[in-house]
């Protein structure tokens, strides 16, 4: 079972790397398609379709038909995440002698999970009372964004800097730390409606009693029941899946034999 996770980490390792050096504006990009859409309604302005928003739409239809692969895989951030938390994890286990991985306990991070829904509503607010327009340089995604394309942000960002910072410290805490406390645009993966053929489901029955091991590897803490209120939190990293003493969990359908 041990071979089997390790495996699936290594290789999902190297597609992120591989997306993270050949496609790192693929974050930026989406980023910058939900940007034009706040700037439009903070100038009053009718939204025009751009090139942003095509990669926008394409994603949130990918994310429809086959989950949210992308956030698990293909997501310059979240690559970065996931490589500062596994090596704070390497570094707490070989300097400190902690063999466990920092993580937060289930209840903080399904509470968690509602804050990017507040700072999305706190935006669209912003927006429509014009106030986004002055908050240059407060995001740390336009940071993370300028850092990806060899560009260094100036004074001018330094919130948003500052802001960065505390959520790299936060990814040494949780596994995709970000993902439930600040990716706003990432709300909108999360409340996409998806088919499915695309969730994972496991068949509860051939569970071992007591066993649990997929929730507790899951990153979100989520029960594997296919589509569920939180469902729309799974990032498809296959982390359940690989953890599965009996094979139990699969995509699309649940295998009877």
């Known amino acids: ?25 693929l974050f930026s990009t ?13 100038a009053g302005q009718p939204v025009e379709w751009n090139s942003f928003l095509t990669v926008m739409a394409v994603l949130l239809i990918f994310t429809c038909f086959f989950g949210r692969h ?15 938390y596994e090596g704070f ?3 707490r286990m070989k300097c ?48 993370f964004s300028m850092l990806t394309a060899g560009r260094i942000p100036n004074s001018k960002y330094l919130v948003g800097i500052v802001l960065l910072v505390l959520i790299i410290v936060g990814m040494c805490t949780q596994e995709r730390f970000f993902l439930p406390v600040s990716l706003s645009h990432g709300s909108g993966f999360c409340i996409m409606p998806i088919l499915p053929g695309a969730l994972f489901r496991r068949n509860r029955e051939k569970c071992p009693p007591k066993c649990g091991l997929c929730k507790k590897r899951c990153p979100a803490h989520l029960d594997i029941d296919g589509d569920t209120g939180r469902s729309g939190e799974c990032l498809c990293c296959h982390a359940c899946a690989a953890a ?3 094979k139990n969990i699969h995509i699309g359908t649940i295998e009877e034999k």
């Open 1 to 25: 079972m041990k071979k089997r996770q390790r495996e699936v980490r290594l290789m999902r390792a190297g597609i992120q790397l591989a997306f993270f050096i050949a496609a790192p504006s």
């Open 70 to 84: 992308f956030c698990g895989y293909a997501c310059a951030f979240g690559s970065f995440g996931d490589a500062v």
């Open 96 to 143: 400190f002698h902690k063999k466990k991985k920092p993580a937060l306990s289930e209840k903080m991070v399904h509470g968690l999970q509602k804050v990017k829904y507040i700072v999305l509503a706190l935006i669209l607010l912003s927006c429509l009372t014009g106030v986004y327009g002055k908050l240059t340089g407060t995001s740390p995604w336009d940071v």
């Open 244 to 246: 599965c003493p009996r």
């Open 89 to 91: 994890s390497w570094i």
């Open 30 to 42: 989406a980023f910058a398609g939900i940007k034009s859409i706040f700037l439009a309604i903070a």
